[in-house]
């Protein structure tokens, strides 16, 4: 099915498209600047049919999109495809560290709060859930940098700093496009622990924000699978109480937190649209908001099939997952 949703996915992001008028929708086919000018659009409206019918359209716009062409972005002066090359890597940085360690204490501090029902940690749990769901990240980013930057000069905001940067633009060879692995396959890894002292607050901010729901879903999660029968039945059997906790009951509590994590994670690779605006880290999210800002269609557009097709494959994975997690599911 993953192939006819992001199909299904695709005629509503195009029918969107169908908004604007020809000449903004004719950056969808174009590739390089020269093809911009107003003679070059005029020409590229009657190449590609864009006056016909949705359907002509959206063939001709997805047989594009296949060859790679997502269009021109104004915004970045380059193709779309470009743009999402360079500034994905910025963002993958991030969910690197964040996305491992939402999922790690979500899932420790729900176990521990279910299994202490009522108990200090449980109340410490709960009380952290509610203050990080309802803080906003950009209040938190914000924070963060008055005091580990502005007043303690630890952790400054943006993705590497200036003599970095200067260095990357000489003799320095983008093996993985990805700052930190290519520091150390340059043989700098003086470059990878920059990138790293710059990644310590957006990834503490996402941490705080993100972590707090999955610590509600696994506590509730967790509740509910310590108060099935089968929990009785292991215990009366003389089962210790830790192989009923962590073998039995987390094992079955993890299936709606799995598909949680998935469409976190997704979302979280989708771009931090509000973090890299706030520390000025220049990834995917923030380049999708300063297009969406100025209108441009092809960039919006580019980001939103991209978002669908993470999205989905995270639906895929999940399942799998969900065989594995569950014995019951492979069975049948």
């Known amino acids: 099915m993953l192939v006819f949703v992001i199909l299904g996915v695709s005629v509503l992001v195009f029918a969107v498209s169908m908004m604007f008028d020809p000449a903004q929708r004719a950056l969808l086919y174009v590739r390089n600047v020269q093809r911009t000018t107003d003679a070059a659009i005029r020409e590229t409206i009657r190449i590609y049919g864009l006056e016909d019918p949705f359907y002509l359209q959206y063939g001709r716009w997805m047989s594009q999109v296949l060859q790679g062409n997502l269009g021109w972005s104004p915004t970045a002066s380059q193709t779309v495809a470009d743009s999402i090359r360079t500034r994905w890597p ?12 939402i999922i790690f204490i979500g899932i420790y501090l729900g176990v521990q709060s279910a299994v202490h029902r009522d108990k200090p940690i449980d109340q410490a749990s709960r009380v952290f859930s509610v203050i990080g769901w309802s803080l906003p990240s950009f209040w938190v980013g914000m924070v963060l940098i008055a005091i580990f930057y502005g007043m303690l000069n630890w952790f400054p905001p943006g993705s590497a700093s200036p003599e970095v940067q200067v260095f990357m633009k000489g003799a320095f060879v983008r093996y993985t496009g990805i700052d930190l692995f290519d520091g150390l396959l340059n043989g700098q890894p003086w470059i990878t622990l920059d990138v790293l002292r710059h990644l310590v607050l957006p990834v503490v901010t996402i941490v705080t924000i993100d972590v707090a729901l999955l610590i509600r879903v696994m506590r509730s999660s967790m509740l509910e699978s310590l108060s099935k029968p089968y929990i009785t039945t292991a215990k009366a059997k003389g089962l210790s109480n830790k192989a009923v906790i962590y073998k039995h009951a987390r094992r079955n509590a993890l299936i709606p937190v799995a598909t949680l994590s998935g469409m976190l994670v997704a979302g979280l690779l989708g771009g931090l649209i509000i973090t890299e605006t706030v520390f000025g880290f220049g990834g ?10 100025q209108l441009d269609m092809p960039a919006v557009l580019g980001y939103a099939i991209l978002s669908a097709v993470m999205f989905v494959v995270a639906n895929l994975i999940v399942d799998i997952l969900y065989a594995y997690i569950d014995p019951r599911i492979r069975l049948d």
Do not use: C, S
Request: proline share 5%; glycine share 10%; net charge negative.
């Open 284 to 293: 995917l999210g923030q380049w999708a908001a300063g297009a969406a800002v």
């Open 90 to 101: 910025y963002t993958f940085e991030i969910v690197l560290f964040a996305a491992p360690l």
